[in-house]
């Protein structure tokens, strides 16, 4: 059984929730998941965006 981290997060929703999931599984902020996503998304060439939606279809709802 999985615990409620494994979920895209509705209540931490900006795009897709995505992020809030990521940072609830990690025990982070979610501001601070945002702001680390956004910049590696730059960084990499936006190969993040890929990345995300790929977690988007994939992590399922809360």
Same mark, same amino acid.
């Given at each position: 059984? &999985? ?5 895209? =997060? &509705? &209540?931490?929703?900006?795009?897709? /929730?995505?992020?809030? /999931? !990521? ?7 979610? &501001?601070?998941? =945002?702001?680390? +996503?956004?910049?590696?998304? #730059?960084?990499?060439?936006?190969? /993040? !965006?890929?990345? +995300? #939606? #790929? ?8």
């Amino acid at each position: 059984m &999985s615990s409620n981290k494994d979920f895209k =997060r &509705s &209540s931490d929703k900006v795009v897709a /929730g995505v992020c809030g /999931g !990521l940072a609830a599984w990690l025990g982070w902020d979610v &501001s601070l998941v =945002r702001v680390l +996503y956004v910049l590696a998304t #730059i960084f990499t060439a936006f190969s /993040g !965006l890929l990345v +995300y #939606i #790929i977690l988007w279809v994939v992590l399922p709802q809360e």
